[in-house]
């Protein structure tokens, strides 16, 4: 027979249990809550290793701003121009990229720059243009970065892009074999007559993941870079889905003959913007401070 001691101890853990259960259910909720919210935010990537966003992102874009490492201002002018931009469709990161530092003051404002900004690649080459610059950013993409994209573009610090444009043109093109830009010499429309323009072109993953195994490009880097790229292509029979986006990648008006035309609504990139009236001329078509609020702090302005 069970004692009444032993009774009443058994009704005292029922009770603590009981009161318990509210606190342990609502701590393996808080838990649930945990992670659902982590992997809702963080993309995971399928077995061919392209990047998935479950979100309203469909696809990813590394655009990397070729320049040099004294181009302080530049970089920061341009931080504004697409700090202000994005695109519903695309995840686009931007890195500038540039060669070995060279200089003691470059250390320490650079390391500024990247404590700030956490856009900036530092490549292991001599600071140069047409010397195989363009060949390390790509042979050294998939060994630096800690993840894939479906593309990558090599861009101009002269060239304005326009994000949203840029990413609806690419979304419904091919995530492999993909070579995209601007058909040079100016006249064609044939994408696979010559090669793409270095204002900005863009390879798919593979492309790039290619350039970084194969030696036929890396027994030939010296030359104009973007010339370069497309003799790689052709003669390794790569990038059989080609677009050029003319007339929506130009240079700027009156500044390289059949290149050039005036600014379209329709713009996914302009050219050869050398100087500030340049820009400011393009800032103000393209209305990029459309969305700045009217506020009592703000005396003066347009």
């Given at each position: 027979m ?19 259960l ?12 945990i ?15 392209v ?57 320490v404002?650079i ?10 690649i ?39 892009l ?68 497309g ?15 003319k ?28 100087r500030w ?26």
């Amino acid at each position: 027979m069970v004692s009444l001691d032993t009774h009443m101890s058994k009704m005292n853990q029922r009770r603590l249990i009981f009161a318990k259960l509210p606190l342990l259910i609502s701590a393996i909720l808080i838990v649930i809550f945990i992670i659902f919210n982590l992997s809702a935010k963080a993309p995971f990537q399928l077995s061919s290793g392209v990047q998935y966003y479950p979100s309203t992102k469909q696809f990813s874009l590394l655009i990397g701003i070729l320049t040099r490492a004294d181009n302080y201002d530049r970089r920061h002018f341009l931080r504004l121009i697409y700090g202000i931009q994005s695109s519903p469709l695309a995840q686009i990161d931007i890195k500038f990229v540039f060669c070995n530092l060279t200089k003691p003051e470059q250390r320490v404002l650079i390391s500024l720059e990247i404590l700030r900004f956490n856009d900036i690649i530092i490549l292991n080459c001599p600071e140069n243009m047409n010397s195989g610059k363009t060949y390390t950013y790509f042979s050294s993409l998939p060994s630096i970065l800690s993840q894939p994209y479906d593309y990558v573009m090599k861009a101009d610090d002269d060239v304005f892009l326009q994000l949203s444009p840029l990413a609806s043109s690419l979304h419904p093109l091919p995530r492999s074999d993909m070579y995209y830009g601007f058909v040079v010499p100016c006249q064609s429309m044939n994408p696979f007559k010559e090669y793409m323009s270095g204002m900005g072109y863009i390879l798919s993953w593979d492309l790039v993941e290619w350039i970084a195994k194969s030696v036929i490009p890396k027994n030939d880097t010296f030359g104009p870079e973007d010339k370069l790229v497309g003799r790689w292509l052709n003669s390794s029979h790569k990038a059989r889905n080609r677009f050029s986006n003319k007339p929506a990648m130009y240079d700027y008006p009156r500044t390289n003959g059949r290149c050039s035309h005036e600014l379209i609504p329709d713009t996914i990139a302009v050219h050869r913007l050398k100087r500030w009236d340049q820009w400011l001329a393009v800032v103000r078509y393209f209305n990029l401070t459309n969305k700045l609020v009217p506020s009592k702090l703000y005396h003066g302005l347009d």
